[in-house]
Each structure stands twice: as C-alpha cells, then as structure tokens.
C-alpha cells in the first residue's frame, strides 16, 4: 500500500499539531498512526513535543516521546522542548512534571537561548521553585554565566523568589562557592538581563 502523498503528508502535519494545541491525545495517535510525522516543523521551527510541553501537558509530552519525538530539538530561536516547558508567560506558570519527563528523556539541562540564558537561568528569574528544584536535582550547573558574566543567583537576589534564592544559594554552597558569590555588585562590564513574573490573573 502506497504511503500518504504530500499533500496528504501536509495535511496529516496540520492536523497533529492541532490536535497537539488542544491536548486531544487520541486523536494525535491517530495520526502519528496514519504516517504524520512527530517530529514535523512549523514556520518557528517549534515541534508537536514543543507545543505540547509549553502547555503543560504531560500524558501528550509522553506519547509523543514514546512516538520518538526528539527531546533536543530547537526552534529557530534556539529553544527546546525543555526550555519552553520552564515557563508560560500565558498561563504565568512553568512545569516541573514536563521538565522532569524531558530530562528523562534526554533533555539538555545546559542547553543556552539568548544571551546564553540556560533553564535553570530562566525558571529563577521567573520564580518557578518546582522547576528550579527539578533542575538542580538533574545536575544543571548553578554556577554557570550567561554572556554578562551573570549566574542564576545573581539574576534573582534582587527579588523576592525568597524560595528560589535559597535554593540556588544552598545549591552555590554545595558547590564549594561562599559568601562572596552572593554579593549584589555584578561582574565589571556585565549587562543585567531580569525578569518579572506578571501578577496573577484574578
């Protein structure tokens, strides 16, 4: 029996990621059943894995690892599954059960967007403890600097993520660093990128 065209195979694409964006799982079986492709890009260079991480859902994450979706896939802006699984400005909320299942899967903890901003970088700025921990317990590098020269806890002290800065200072001790890391002077000649979590929605 003949494979799907390609008009069929685009149209088989289309399908599955709309099927991904609105978490029916099923129906995604279906398709990957039918010959769509998991691992198919769209105009963003995002996956199906991609999507259905930044929207938190798990039991979809998993199928569509258990189809051989590719953990370490990046879009065009260099983010992947992973990262995009940290933290959803929509939702104001990141996803440690997905981070967890992607570093499960393989998942690059270290693996830098812009500015060499890495996981653990982005889910502290953003005041995700649960990711945050999830990350430290995997074995992301507290003491590794973005291209300002600036670690995770440098890039959040000056907020109130009480939760988060303990973690990453116990973390920086842990590490052998002291005291002096945690000093509010940033490194000469070093830019400060910060974060700022919106209030939740009421």
């Given at each position: 029996?003949?494979?799907p065209?390609?008009?069929?195979?685009?149209?088989?694409?289309?399908?599955?990621?709309s099927?991904v964006?609105?978490?029916?799982?099923?129906?995604?079986r279906?398709?990957l059943a039918a010959?769509?492709?998991?691992?198919?890009?769209?105009?963003?260079?995002?996956?199906p894995?991609?999507h259905?991480a930044?929207d938190?859902?798990?039991?979809l994450?998993?199928?569509?690892l258990?189809?051989?979706a590719d953990?370490?896939?990046?879009d065009s802006?260099?983010?992947?599954?992973l990262?995009?699984?940290?933290?959803?400005?929509?939702?104001n909320?990141?996803?440690?059960?997905?981070?967890?299942a992607?570093?499960?899967?393989?998942?690059n903890?270290?693996?830098?967007?812009?500015?060499?901003?890495?996981?653990?970088?982005l889910?502290?700025?953003?005041?995700?403890?649960?990711v945050?921990?999830?990350?430290?317990a995997?074995?992301?590098d507290?003491l590794?600097?973005n291209?300002?020269?600036l670690t995770a806890?440098?890039?959040?002290?000056?907020?109130?993520?009480?939760d988060v800065?303990?973690?990453?200072?116990?973390?920086e001790?842990?590490?052998?660093?002291?005291?002096g890391s945690?000093?509010?002077?940033?490194p000469?000649g070093?830019?400060?990128?910060?974060?700022?979590?919106p209030?939740?929605r009421?």
């Amino acid at each position: 029996m003949a494979g799907p065209t390609n008009g069929q195979r685009m149209a088989l694409q289309d399908e599955l990621l709309s099927a991904v964006d609105v978490g029916r799982i099923d129906r995604v079986r279906e398709l990957l059943a039918a010959g769509a492709d998991v691992n198919a890009r769209i105009s963003d260079g995002a996956t199906p894995l991609m999507h259905a991480a930044h929207d938190g859902n798990l039991a979809l994450v998993r199928a569509l690892l258990d189809a051989g979706a590719d953990v370490g896939a990046t879009d065009s802006s260099g983010w992947t599954a992973l990262t995009k699984a940290v933290y959803n400005a929509s939702l104001n909320r990141g996803f440690a059960d997905v981070v967890q299942a992607l570093i499960d899967a393989g998942g690059n903890v270290e693996a830098p967007i812009g500015y060499g901003i890495r996981p653990l970088m982005l889910a502290a700025g953003y005041g995700e403890t649960a990711v945050v921990e999830t990350l430290l317990a995997a074995g992301a590098d507290v003491l590794a600097r973005n291209d300002g020269g600036l670690t995770a806890l440098m890039m959040v002290k000056e907020k109130f993520y009480v939760d988060v800065i303990n973690l990453l200072y116990e973390a920086e001790h842990n590490a052998g660093v002291g005291e002096g890391s945690c000093a509010t002077k940033h490194p000469p000649g070093s830019s400060v990128i910060t974060f700022r979590k919106p209030p939740p929605r009421s």
